[in-house]
């Protein structure tokens, strides 16, 4: 079936590095891709989104491109903020579009 | 203001006694859902709802019932609830847009099974 394979955490940055969380997919047909952001004791928030192939979702200066050759939605940002410190997830939605899959979630803290 | 609600937050209950999950939206999104995150396991979704009247499983359906006889509320109900159900749930609600949905979360529910 579907899934969604995510590098693990915690990751530990400092201010102004740059962030690379890896995801890759597996899937029939042709996914949506998602990331999605956690902050401590809130429910997820949507911070992208790809629908088809070479696509690419950005907000807030987050960036992933939807490889569909190497099956990968990474997430990536040039230079995070203490803000940015949440666990994030990648997720997919099936080909219908009605059901959803996420990772197990990267954490994130940066420190200053 | 634009929201999803859980109620309750939080809840400790014991083996074998019903309870029940409200979830609410207030976007007359006609997608609704529900998951629950566990360590190690990220979010799993449970059941899934395109329309009133009409649900359908997810990844992990077992031991869990849903309704959706309004398009602002749908439900999660625990018939007879066992301590592998002790978890924290979302309930979600969303738009179709390209092809699939953007879902708003709620604030999530903390359920302990004894």
């Known amino acids: 079936g579907d899934s969604v394979t995510q590098m693990e955490g915690p990751v530990t940055l400092s201010e102004e590095a740059f962030l690379t969380i890896n995801c890759t997919y597996t899937?029939?047909?042709?996914?949506?891709l998602f990331w999605y952001v956690q902050y401590p004791g809130e429910g997820l928030q949507l911070l992208l989104k790809?629908?088809?192939?070479?696509d690419k979702g950005s907000n807030k200066g987050f960036e992933a491109t939807y490889r569909k050759e190497t099956t990968s939605f990474h997430l990536e940002k040039g230079s995070v903020q203490v803000s940015d410190s949440a666990v994030y997830f990648c997720a997919l939605s099936d080909q219908t579009g009605n059901q959803f899959y996420f990772g197990t979630g990267t954490s994130l803290t940066v420190i200053p | 203001e634009a929201q999803v609600t859980q109620n309750p937050r939080y809840l400790i209950t014991v083996t074998g006694k019903k309870l029940t999950v409200t979830c609410s939206q207030n976007?007359?999104?006609?997608?609704m859902s529900w998951y629950r995150q566990d360590p190690g396991l990220g979010l799993r979704q449970i059941y899934y709802?395109?329309?009133?009247?009409?649900?359908d499983k997810g990844d992990v359906p077992e031991g869990y019932k849903v309704s959706r006889k309004e398009k602002r509320n749908f439900p999660l109900i625990l018939e007879s609830p066992s301590p592998n159900q002790t978890s924290l749930y979302f309930c979600a609600s969303g738009f179709r847009t390209s092809g699939t949905y953007e879902q708003y979360f709620g604030p999530g529910t903390r359920l302990t099974v004894t």
């Open positions: 899937a029939t047909g042709y996914p949506s």
């Open positions: 790809a629908t088809k192939a070479d």
């Open positions: 709802s395109m329309n009133v009247e009409v649900t």
């Open positions: 976007m007359n999104h006609e997608y």
